[in-house]
């Protein structure tokens, strides 16, 4: 399919320039393969890509870790077979530079002139630029960020707690509450993240995993596994088949 022309293959309105002028809100419309056929100039700010074009046919493997970009693709591929509806779902995504967003993402499926499902469209709002929806999960930031700069050591939960000034039961519940993850499913899956990058990177197993806080190799491929889908090895020979093509 060429992605440049996807609207008027279609039959379909393609999105109005207002988008561009949105200040705290990703835009994005990809094909039922998941490529991007549309995306605003804060989409292209959050990729660090020239222009916004640069975007069009590109998929979301191409900018994020292969976790994160697997998570988003099986919503996509959820809310185009109507199994999922997916309003305001927060997320911590990790962009280009190591940079944090903080996102609210609302998606619904695109629909052709015949009604035929062809894509997905959505809004991510930068939460940090839009200060009253952060509220509820500010209190987190400091612990949140010493995950992120602390996640290859051993990490107290009550560190943690007493970061966002609260007593352990209380953090480990509101957090659970926000993130739907405790504390320590949080910070594997930040581990797991991490791992992921350091292998594409050229990083070998067991570098991997005793970089990023993991006591054994087997716990290791087992938890690496249940959350990429695939264990280190196999993903290592994605990696590089990938580079060959």
Not at 137 to 152: A, D, G, L, N, R
Request: aromatic fraction near 12%; glycine fraction near 6%.
């Amino acid at each position: 399919m060429d992605v440049k022309n996807f609207y008027a293959k279609h039959g379909i309105s393609s999105p109005v320039a207002l988008f561009d002028l949105l200040s705290d809100t990703f835009y994005f419309a990809k094909n039922s393969a998941g490529q991007f056929v549309c995306g605003n100039k804060l989409l292209q700010e959050k990729f660090a890509l020239a222009n916004a074009e640069e975007v069009i046919g590109k998929t979301d493997f191409d900018f994020l870790s292969h976790d994160v970009a697997s998570r988003i693709r099986e919503d996509d591929l959820a809310v185009m077979s109507g199994q999922l509806v997916v309003k305001d779902k927060f997320e911590v995504v990790v962009g280009v530079n190591g940079k944090l967003f903080w996102l609210f993402t609302t998606k619904t499926a695109i629909r052709n002139r015949k009604g035929v499902v062809v894509g997905v469209e959505g809004f991510s709002r930068d939460a940090e630029r839009s200060q009253n929806i952060i509220a509820p999960f500010q209190v987190f930031k400091s612990s949140i960020e010493y995950m992120q700069t602390e996640y290859m050591n051993e990490v107290n939960i009550a560190d943690l707690a007493e970061l966002a000034c609260m007593s352990l039961s209380t953090f480990e519940r509101k957090f659970k509450k926000h993130f739907s993850k405790t504390p320590m499913q949080y910070l594997k899956h930040l581990r797991i993240q991490q791992a992921c990058k350091l292998l594409r990177t050229g990083y070998g197993i067991k570098k991997a995993f005793s970089e990023t806080g993991f006591c054994d190799q087997s716990y290791f491929t087992k938890e690496f596994r249940a959350a990429v889908g695939v264990t280190p090895r196999q993903f290592l020979l994605e990696v590089e088949q990938s580079k060959r093509s």
